[in-house]
C-alpha cells in the first residue's frame, strides 16, 4: 500500500476530527475521522476504536471497536497495540485471553511504551499469561524505568 499523501483540506480535516475528539464533541469527531479510517490511517482507527468501544459519539459497537484496534495495532500502531492488549487481559469486547494481551503488550513494549512495558512486567511477576518469571518482571520494570520495582 502506498502512502497517500493528504491534501491541505485533508490535513484540516483530519486536525479538526482530533481537535473535535479532545473536545469531547465526539459525533462530529467520528464523522471527521471515520474517511481516514476506512483508509487505513492507524491514528484514525485508534480514535474510532475508542469511541465505539466506549459509545462516544456512536452507538457502542465492541465488533467495530475491536474491529478498528486490531486494524491500527496490526499497523503497528503502538497506543493501538498497548489499547488492544488491554481488551485481552480485560476481556472487554473480547474473549479474556492473557496469551494474546501478552502478544500485544511486547508488540508496544518493544517500541518503547512505557505502560506496555509495566503491564508486561506486573503479568510475569504473577504469571498471568505467561510462565512467571520474577527476572523478567525485574528487567522490564526497570526498561520502563522502575529501578526501585526491580
Request: hydrophobic share 40%; with cysteine; charged share 25%.
Amino acid at each position: 500500500m502506498t502512502e497517500h499523501t493528504r491534501t491541505e483540506n485533508e490535513e484540516m480535516d483530519f486536525s479538526s476530527g482530533l481537535g473535535a475528539f479532545e473536545a469531547k464533541h465526539f459525533s462530529r469527531a467520528m464523522q471527521l475521522l471515520s474517511p481516514f479510517a476506512n483508509d487505513g490511517d492507524a491514528h484514525a482507527q485508534h480514535m474510532l476504536a475508542i469511541m465505539y468501544q466506549n459509545g462516544l459519539g456512536t452507538v457502542e459497537n465492541a465488533t467495530e471497536a475491536v474491529k478498528m484496534m486490531t486494524a491500527s495495532a496490526e499497523q503497528g500502531y503502538a497506543i493501538a497495540q498497548h489499547g488492544l492488549g488491554f481488551m485481552y487481559m480485560q476481556g472487554e469486547c473480547v474473549e479474556k485471553d492473557a496469551a494474546k494481551a501478552v502478544e500485544w503488550f511486547e508488540k508496544a513494549a518493544e517500541q518503547g511504551l512505557q505502560g506496555s512495558m509495566t503491564t508486561l512486567a506486573m503479568m510475569y511477576e504473577q504469571g498471568e499469561g505467561v510462565e512467571q518469571d520474577i527476572e523478567k518482571a525485574k528487567e522490564l520494570y526497570k526498561a520502563a524505568g522502575f529501578d526501585d520495582l526491580a
